[in-house]
């Protein structure tokens, strides 16, 4: 079980799923004031919820400062405090005479009580939140996240393609370089490696593939992308080469080529983006963690999971049945 109040990504990562923080809204059935489209809630509301006092919330605001503003504690003041007390001014008490108002959402109230440790109810609070972000992952999911990654609108249109960049790449590996046929599967290992430094058996390992699954199909659009430039960009490299040459590349020269055409710099930015990206989705979606590329690893934002688990997000098969026209008049062009 993941302990909320050590972990920041874990926590955001729960605080940026909408739909999980809508459950467990629902779940505790408060409601707070409702206030410019979201409800409030004073020091006052949250140390009686969460059985604590003044001095108990004022030392995490100050420990957590950044963290809770970022989901939505804030200071109101001047006009907007004004407004706030003229709607809600009877239910403050002494608050009504401060110049200065500090007001939690229920993210930031949420948020509180994923870092409280003195609270027993906070504790139960976190519990609780984790069982209703796996329930709401199986409801949608049905329990499936290995090909959560096709749920991606984009993902359809990367795989779609992918087998156009790919023989061109085992192309290359034929007609360019000099090895038997298990060349295919090294090679393909070997831009595996280069883009997020696991090869397929591992990759396959982590994910717990079965033997006949393909890895792409559980790839992210934007890994999709990345190695379809690897590989086309390989396959180019390596037919200039075979022609500076006059003869096949021996595995040696080409293992050469593949680590300068990795090494240039333009490909950093793409390289981390991509790694970040599949260290951060297996991790927020998945439950699943590459160690090789824990430094990449990120919260997952409130767009990343519209994208997956959105209104938007839809399983493979219904995209392709939406989209079955449009492959028919591509097709016969």
């Known amino acids: 079980m993941r302990d909320l109040t050590v972990s920041a990504i874990d ?29 409030r809630f004073t020091k006052a509301q949250v140390a009686e919820f969460y059985e604590i006092d003044y001095s108990t919330i004022e030392r995490y605001l100050s420990q957590h400062e950044e963290e809770l503003k970022h989901n939505g504690y804030e200071i109101f003041k001047g006009k907007r405090l004004k407004e706030f ?10 608050g009504t005479k401060a110049p200065q ?32 972000v796996i329930d709401g992952l199986n409801k949608k999911l049905g329990g499936a996240t290995k090909f959560i990654n096709q749920r991606d609108e984009e993902f359809l249109v990367s795989i779609a393609r992918e087998p156009v960049y790919r023989k061109e790449f085992t192309s ?8 038997g046929l298990y060349k295919y599967s090294v090679y393909t290992d070997a831009i595996y490696k280069a883009i997020f ?32 430039s690897f590989e086309i960009g390989i396959a180019d490299a390596m037919k200039e080469k075979f022609e500076e040459l006059g003869r096949k590349l021996t595995p040696g020269e080409l293992n050469i ?3 300068k055409f990795s090494e240039q710099r333009f490909w950093i930015p793409q390289l981390e983006d991509a790694r970040s990206k599949m260290a951060s989705r297996d ?22 999971y519209q994208r997956f688990l959105g209104d938007k997000s839809k399983g493979l098969q219904d995209r392709i049945d939406e989209s079955i026209e449009v492959f028919k008049r591509l097709k016969d062009r």
């Open 11 to 39: 926590r955001q990562n729960i605080l940026n799923n909408l739909s999980a923080v809508a459950d467990i809204q629902a779940y505790l059935g408060i409601r707070g004031m409702f206030f410019q489209h979201e409800y």
């Open 85 to 94: 007390k003229t709607e809600f001014g009877w239910l403050l008490g002494d």
């Open 101 to 132: 108002l500090g007001v939690f959402n229920f993210r930031a109230f949420l948020n509180l009580g994923m870092v409280l440790s003195e609270s027993e109810k906070a504790k139960a609070l976190r519990s609780a939140m984790l069982n209703i």
């Open 172 to 179: 290359a590996l034929n007609n360019y370089l000099d090895m």
């Open 197 to 228: 430094n696991e090869n397929s058996s591992e990759y396959k390992q982590i994910l717990q593939l079965e033997d006949k699954e393909n890895p792409r199909d559980t790839m992210y659009a934007e890994v999709l992308k990345l190695i379809a």
């Open 257 to 259: 080529l593949i680590k």
């Open 283 to 304: 991790y927020g979606l998945r439950n699943i963690i590459h160690d090789r590329l824990k430094p990449y690893l990120k919260c997952l934002s409130v767009e990343d």
